[in-house]
């Protein structure tokens, strides 16, 4: 006995240990879950924020550039080339040599190209495309974006303007616009490359083997759930295999962070989930009333639940066969042993008094009234009477229901008063006016609950309700927190 109590102990910090890190291993799943879900937000919101990345944060757009198929636009780097070109000669020979007027008759030439292609188009940039040339029209003072350029790309305004002023303005304004557009490039079927997957399979492998393994484990568990059961019940988690709408895996990562209390959600998902939740379950408790009042009445109205009270059809049972034997058996006793003995007072007191009224309204009674004593025998008499009856009743119950002869009479009387109300039911006036009144009575339950359920906020019985779990919820923690060793 000593040894299987330094066993038992020995066993207990195990248990707790493989609870602690069964709890540890969820928790580092929901992290993992949130990383994956992190990435999936930021690959669907790159190509929105891309500028904000090129300006902040320009080697994350270098390297994730590729992972989403864009590439730098040729027209707008050409053009960005030339201008560079531009500043190189006029360093080297200044505004008015013939080599820079060459560079600046190329950048007209671009500059009207720009606008007849619109290069911002495919990257789905038209606000850039407007400023673009909404910028060179106010730095110029022209209406026309054509003759902007004609005119800003020519030796005397950019003399007139200032060189250096003039380049300052070109790196500020015009080449943010022009570096941070882009083209995607498509795949055969005409779709744009989108690489995500080579960083989102690492992720769907670990997620699928730990569904694998966690139905696994389950069905080690519990016998009656197979692997596949466990696969299905957690329907929400296949989501996280999905190479498509990656935004659904919010589902299961909202679950898992609340099951491995990671962080605590519960408010949050009870405040989210008030309102709908309280008019959905109004709404579905009023048709499974309805339903449910509505299948009643139906098999009352067509005499299916007292044909099946006369002549029960075959039918699976459950249990005992004779059920309502079985239970008429039960309530006999209940009366006898239980019911009769606490009622004998009362019963004895009930005995008096008929055999007194009795005595004193017959005609015997008042012919020996001229008897001397024979007044007082009444009272006497009945008293001791109902006593004796009062007892003799109980006792004789309860040797008449353990006499086997008694027993069967007891049988016997049970049969034959459940054969006269089937044949009393089986008469048409009888049952009618039954079915009739019942079906009233179920109409009536039905309309006054929907009335009653009318005048109710349904929110106000989910607040009573969320109430109600928050102090078994306290209570269940002060229990807790009492039994605690220390």
Request: with cysteine.
């Amino acid at each position: 006995m000593q040894q299987l109590r330094s066993q038992a102990k020995i066993q207990l910090p195990n248990l707790a240990d493989r609870s602690a890190w069964g709890q540890l291993w969820m928790q580092w799943v929901a992290i993992v879950m949130v990383i994956n879900l992190a990435l999936v937000a930021f690959n669907s919101s790159y190509l929105t924020l891309r500028d904000l990345y090129w300006h902040y944060w320009p080697a994350l757009v270098e390297h994730y550039d590729p992972i989403k198929g864009v590439q730098p636009y040729p027209s707008t780097v050409h053009y960005l080339n030339t201008v560079d070109d531009l500043e190189r000669q006029v360093a080297q020979t200044g505004l008015q040599s013939p080599q820079t007027q060459a560079v600046l008759q190329d950048l007209r030439s671009q500059s009207a190209a720009l606008m007849d292609e619109n290069p911002f188009l495919i990257a789905n940039k038209m606000a850039s495309f407007a400023k673009f040339k909404r910028q060179i029209r106010q730095y110029t003072d022209t209406v026309s974006t054509q003759a902007a350029f004609e005119r800003f790309w020519t030796a005397d305004f950019l003399a007139i303007a200032g060189w250096s002023q003039s380049r300052e303005w070109i790196d500020a304004e015009l080449r943010p616009l022009l570096a941070t557009n882009y083209y995607r490039i498509a795949n055969e079927t005409g779709l744009f490359v989108d690489r995500f997957w080579l960083i989102d399979i690492y992720f769907v492998f670990f997620f699928a083997v730990e569904m694998v393994g966690r139905a696994v484990l389950v069905s080690r568990r519990v016998a009656e759930i197979n692997w596949l059961d466990a696969l299905v019940r957690r329907w929400y988690d296949w989501l996280l295999l999905i190479p498509v709408w990656r935004w659904l895996r919010i589902l299961p990562t909202v679950v898992r962070v609340h099951q491995s209390r990671l962080v605590n959600m519960e408010r949050f998902l009870a405040q989210a989930t008030h309102e709908p939740a309280a008019y959905l379950a109004d709404r579905v408790s009023k048709f499974l009333l309805v339903r449910l009042v509505n299948q009643t009445q139906t098999s009352v109205q067509s005499g299916a639940l007292i044909k099946a009270l006369i002549e029960p059809e075959p039918h699976t049972a459950v249990g005992e066969a004779d059920k309502l034997g079985r239970l008429s058996d039960r309530l006999i006793q209940l009366i006898i042993y239980k019911a009769m003995p606490t009622i004998q007072p009362n019963l004895e007191g009930l005995l008096r008094h008929s055999l007194r009224e009795s005595l004193q309204q017959s005609d015997l009674y008042q012919g020996m009234q001229i008897i001397p004593g024979i007044s007082t025998l009444p009272k006497g008499a009945a008293e001791q009477l109902a006593d004796y009856l009062a007892a003799a009743a109980c006792d004789v119950l309860v040797n008449a229901y353990e006499d086997e002869q008694g027993r069967q009479l007891f049988d016997q009387l049970s049969q034959d008063f459940r054969y006269a109300l089937t044949q009393e039911l089986k008469d048409e006036g009888a049952r009618n006016d039954i079915q009739q009144l019942l079906g009233d009575w179920l109409e009536e339950l039905k309309l006054n609950y929907l009335e009653q359920a009318a005048e109710v906020n349904p929110e106000d019985t989910l607040s009573e309700a969320e109430a109600l779990q928050e102090k078994v919820t306290a209570k269940k923690t002060e229990n807790s927190s009492a039994n605690a060793p220390g």
